[in-house]
């Protein structure tokens, strides 16, 4: 009979406890629970607080190159004085940009007035030999006179004509108008593509020669990416890959290029190879030739979920995001939620976790999990 009172003395005891416990004493919550975040609309709205749900978005992995901003031959044209004489005027800056055919430099020469004065007596003296020409072409068909001489007029007639086509071309390359009869002792040099006008070199009253350079212009449009490839990364590269880069200065704010051709020489020296890569470079700052920058090519396309950057709260070594429970008028319910990250893309995070609208901006107003 022992242990039946025993028994019996236990169970007296738990009711006894139970009776005498308070009314009003309520049981604790789950972690859960207690993590949930409630705001009220007129929070929301002055916190900043802006929701969405994750996007599909293509990550990749990367190799590093060095490479090279160039520009192909057509993308580049220099500046030649024609004559001898000296700068009168400026009209472009280094650093502008210009239209084909825009002025670039005044030039004063004597040697264009010596141009001018030739054109001008050929273009009397074909006048003439026109005139002598139909003269004795009239004589010759009414056989008043010999056909040798209307033969000897129709040979001047083609060499003055010659001699005045190559002055008339002459003058048009000092931007003349070959049309007027007006001397000037000054031409125009004007811009043979259009691009940005670079190292510019002369000065006002600078003396020039025939074939000085004075500067160059380069198309902007043009301008293309060269990549080196070491021999370990000569089989991760094909035409139409992207490439990203940055610009001294610039490292945070990163370009596109896309590979276009792959050269089938190796380097002798570094066993490597050259690839060649268009830029979009309407976006590009500014232009510069010959200038290394890095670069790297990107592999292995893989499409993620993914969320911005602005939406992550770090804490003890752990990503977090809040995600949103529900909403009602305007009002948030939100947990924070641990995040495992898979890669990083500029301002892009993707991620491997399945979400549904999370707070993307005014998270810095939210507690820290």
């Known amino acids: 009979m022992q242990p039946l009172r025993l028994i019996y003395n236990v169970l007296i005891l738990s009711l006894f406890t139970i009776a005498c416990k308070p009314s009003n004493q309520s049981t604790t919550p789950g972690p859960e629970m207690a993590n949930i975040l409630e705001l009220e609309a007129d929070q929301v709205k002055e916190s900043g607080i802006l929701i969405s749900a994750p996007t599909i978005d293509t990550f990749y992995d990367n190799f590093p190159v060095t490479a090279m901003l160039i520009s192909p031959p057509e993308g580049k044209a220099f500046l030649l004085s024609p004559v001898t004489g000296w700068v009168d005027a400026i009209f472009a800056r280094p650093g502008q940009s210009v239209s084909k055919g825009s002025p670039i430099l005044r030039i004063k020469s004597t040697e264009a007035i010596d141009w001018l004065r030739e054109h001008e007596e050929l273009r009397a003296e074909l006048k003439q030999a026109r005139s002598d020409y139909q003269r004795l072409k009239t004589l010759a068909e009414n056989e008043i006179t010999a056909k040798k ?148 090519v990107l592999i292995n396309p893989r499409i993620l979920p993914s969320i911005p950057e602005t939406a992550i709260i770090e804490s003890d070594n752990k990503s977090f995001v809040y995600e949103v429970i529900s909403t009602e008028k305007g009002n948030l319910k939100l947990r924070p939620r641990e995040l495992h990250i898979a890669a990083k893309s500029g301002n892009r995070i993707a991620i491997t976790d399945t979400l549904g609208s999370i707070v993307t901006t005014g998270t810095g107003q939210l507690p820290i999990p």
């Open 149 to 296: 001489e209307l033969l000897q007029a129709e040979t001047r007639l083609l060499t003055l004509q010659a001699r005045f086509n190559a002055a008339s071309a002459r003058l048009a390359f000092l931007g003349e108008d070959t049309s007027s009869m007006s001397l000037s002792p000054t031409f125009i040099l004007r811009a043979p593509i259009s691009g940005i006008l670079s190292n510019l070199s002369v000065n006002i009253n600078s003396s020039i020669s025939p074939g000085t350079q004075l500067g160059y212009i380069l198309n902007h449009h043009t301008i293309q990416l060269a990549i080196h490839l070491l021999p370990k990364d000569l089989g991760k590269i094909s035409i139409g890959q992207q490439v990203e880069f940055t610009l001294p200065d610039m490292e945070n704010r990163k370009f596109k290029a896309q590979v276009y051709s792959i050269t089938p020489s190796i380097d002798p020296e570094s066993g490597g190879m050259t690839a060649l890569a268009k830029i979009n470079s309407y976006n590009l700052p500014y232009v510069a030739e010959n200038l290394t920058i890095s670069a790297v």
